[in-house]
C-alpha cells in the first residue's frame, strides 16, 4: 500500500473516531466540532469529529443573522492557503471512496479533454449557486435558508450521515420521502460514474474543490518542473487520469496532487515542495 493510500485512511479514520455514535445512532457534538476538517466529511456522519466546511459555512450564510463568518472562511483560506487541491488528492475522505470505487474491476472511460474542459466549470457554477447565492437570497418568512448543497445535492452526506442514521433511527425510517429518494439517486450515480470514471464528483461536482483549486497556483504547497531535466516525453499526461499536462502546468487547478507525475517520470523533472 502506498503512502497516499495509507494517508489518507488515517485522515478518514481520523475525521470520523466517535465510532460508539455509529452504534448508537447518534451525532457527536462535542467541542472538536467548532473546528473545520480539511476535506469533505458531513456534519450529520455520526462519527464526524469535525465539521464539513461547506455545510458549516452555508449554515452560517443561511442563517436569520445574516452573518459572514470569518471564523469558519479562516479554516477554508488556511487550508487552500496552505496546501491547495493536495487536501483532495491525500485528506478528503469522499475522495477516498471514489478512489476505491475506481478499483473495481470495470472497464474504465476515459473523459476527452474537450468535455473536460467544459465540464470542469461545473463545479465552480455549484459553488457559486448552491453555496453562495442560494443560501443569501432564497430564504423563508422567518429568514432562514436550508445549506442547499448539503441538502439537496452532496452524496457524501447521503454516504456518511443519511444512511447510518435512517439504519439507527426507526423514527428517521418512519418519516423518510422524496428528498431521501433524491440523495440516494445521486449517491448510487456518483458510485456508479466512480466505477467507471476518476473521480468524478471531485472534478466535476465538489465545491469544496472548486474552492481549493483557486489556491494551486499560490499556496504554499506546489509542484515543479526542473526544465533541465524534463525530456518533454509526455509520461506525465499519459498517466494523468484527470486530463492536464504536468511538465506544461504543475500547479494546474484541475491537479489533485496524487503525486503520480512524479512517481512516473523518467527524468525525476518533477518534485514537490513547500515554498514560500
Known amino acids: 500500500m502506498d503512502k497516499r493510500r495509507v494517508t489518507q485512511i488515517i485522515s478518514a479514520v481520523a475525521a470520523n473516531a466517535g465510532l460508539k455514535n455509529f452504534f448508537e ?15 469533505l466529511n458531513c456534519y450529520s456522519c455520526p462519527g464526524a469529529l469535525g465539521s464539513c466546511p461547506i455545510g458549516a459555512f452555508q449554515s452560517v450564510l443561511g442563517s436569520v443573522k445574516y452573518n459572514f463568518s470569518f471564523y469558519i472562511a479562516g479554516f477554508m483560506l488556511l487550508y487552500g492557503g496552505l496546501f ?46 448552491f453555496v453562495l447565492i442560494l443560501p443569501i437570497f432564497l430564504t423563508n418568512e422567518f429568514g432562514i435558508s436550508p445549506p442547499y448543497f448539503c441538502e439537496f445535492i452532496c452524496p457524501a452526506g447521503t454516504l456518511g450521515g443519511g444512511i447510518p442514521l435512517v439504519l439507527t433511527n426507526e423514527s428517521l425510517r418512519s418519516a423518510l420521502g422524496a428528498l431521501f429518494a433524491w440523495k440516494m439517486f445521486l449517491l448510487i450515480l456518483t458510485i456508479a460514474a466512480a466505477i467507471i470514471i476518476f473521480r468524478p464528483f471531485c472534478r466535476y461536482i465538489c465545491p469544496l474543490g472548486a474552492f481549493y483549486s483557486l489556491f494551486n497556483k499560490i499556496s504554499f504547497y506546489k509542484y515543479e518542473v526542473d526544465k533541465d531535466k524534463c525530456t518533454n516525453c509526455s509520461a506525465c499526461t499519459q498517466v494523468c487520469k484527470i486530463n492536464i499536462e504536468p511538465h506544461k502546468n504543475p500547479n494546474s487547478t484541475e491537479c489533485i496532487r496524487c503525486g503520480e507525475c512524479k512517481t512516473i517520470c523518467p527524468a525525476n523533472a518533477i518534485k514537490s515542495s513547500f515554498k514560500l
Request: glycine content about 12%.
Open 25 to 39: 445512532g447518534t451525532i457527536y457534538k462535542g467541542p472538536l466540532k467548532n473546528f473545520c476538517t480539511p476535506g
Open 84 to 129: 491547495g487541491r493536495f487536501i483532495c488528492g491525500w485528506l478528503c475522505p469522499f475522495g477516498l471512496i471514489q478512489d476505491l470505487l475506481h478499483k473495481m474491476p470495470f472497464k474504465k472511460i476515459g473523459i476527452s479533454s474537450k468535455v473536460n474542459d467544459k465540464l470542469k466549470y461545473l463545479k465552480y457554477l455549484i459553488l457559486v449557486l
